[in-house]
Structures are given as structure tokens and as C-alpha cells.
């Protein structure tokens, strides 16, 4: 059995969570209480050395890293979400990685300074929340044209391009994101956030911590 470690607003966390339901892999899921700092305990660290969130665990394989334990979850099922198809692949990864390092990241940026660091009692750096606003104002226009097309980032089928996207969004409502000029990616996000894959997941982000 695959156990998958997370936190529910984690959107690093979610994307394999989404991931497995989608590709139809059976797991455990085990959530990491990032308030307590489990992720940095030892029992934890056996499994990801890397003290973050998102981890699986797969009989005696062990990896962390969101991207990764994707594509792992995506061949082991088989799931039309990948490729086998090398170059083809290549064109899935290559939408992923965009969205982990230019969209993800950015919303990160703004997600911890508007909502988490109020939270933990930490100082909101204005001057970083400008920096993400301006870098997603750059790079969100790529994903607005591609999903203009037939509604997925790649080929016409939901792939692990498109929940990348999906879970680097996540923080939308939290993080008050202004996606106004993106109204494709906006009424997309809201289509894929009925679809069963998500809801099998929460109801919305941050449903399981009463948000
Ligand atoms: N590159 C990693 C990022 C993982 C990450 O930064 N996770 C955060 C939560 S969003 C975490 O575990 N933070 C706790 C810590 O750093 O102690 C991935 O994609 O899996």
C-alpha cells in the first residue's frame, strides 16, 4: 500500500493527493502537523530527510519532493495523466516544472505573507507579496493562452500539467489573488474543483481546517 504524507494547505502537498485520485492509486494518507513541527521529528525524517511536506512511502521506497512522487504515482497506475511516449512526456514535464517554479512559487510568495505569516505571528513582507504579484502577472498569461485552446495544458486530456496547475492555485482565495485579468484560468480552476479527483481530496482549500 502507498502512503502519502501532507498537510492540507500545503498545495506542494496536494498535488500528489490529486495526482493518485486522478491515476486511481489506492493510499493511505497521513497528515504532518506542520504547527508541532513533526516534519522535523525523527520519526518523520526516516521518511523524508528533507523535513517537508509532501512524502510517499511505497513498501520499501521512500521519496519526497512533489514532483517526483507524481510522475512515480502516474506510471505505476499507468494512467493516461503521463506518457510513455519520451517526447510527449518531455511536454508534460515541461508544463510542470513551469508551474512548480514560475506559478507555484510565486503564489507561495504571497500565500505566506497574506495568510500565513498573519497567522503564525510573523511579519508580512510587503516588498516579497509585490515581487510574487509581478512574476504572476508575467507568467500567468502562458497558461491563459494554452487553456484558451481546448481547456488542458497539453494534448487534449486532463494530465499531471494540468493538477500541477490545479494545486499551485490552490491558495487563490487565501492568498487574495487578483485573477481578474485571467478570466479562461479562472472559470477552468472552477471547473476542475467539481471534477471527482478533487473533491475526493477536500471540498475546498483548506476545508479540513475549517476554512
Ligand atoms: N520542493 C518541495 C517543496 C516542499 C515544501 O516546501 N513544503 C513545505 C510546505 S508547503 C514544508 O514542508 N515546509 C515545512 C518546513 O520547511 O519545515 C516539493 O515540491 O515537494
Redo the contacts with the bound molecule.
Sequence with gaps: MTTLYF?PI????L?PLFVAEAAGVKHDRKMVN?QT?E??GDAYLAVNP?????AMVDGDLAI????A?GRYLARQSGSDIYSEDLREAALIDQWVEFI?HHIRANV?RVQFNRFIAPMIGETSDESSIALGEKFLAANLPHVEIALSGDGHLHGDRLTLADIALVAAMEPQFTAKLDLEAFPVLTAWLETMRKQDWYQSVHTHFGSEMGL
Design positions: 498537510h500545503s498545495n506542494p502537498s498535488y506542520l513541527q516534519q522535523k528533507f523535513g517537508r511536506v509532501p519526497g519532493e512533489s514532483s512522487i512548480v507561495g
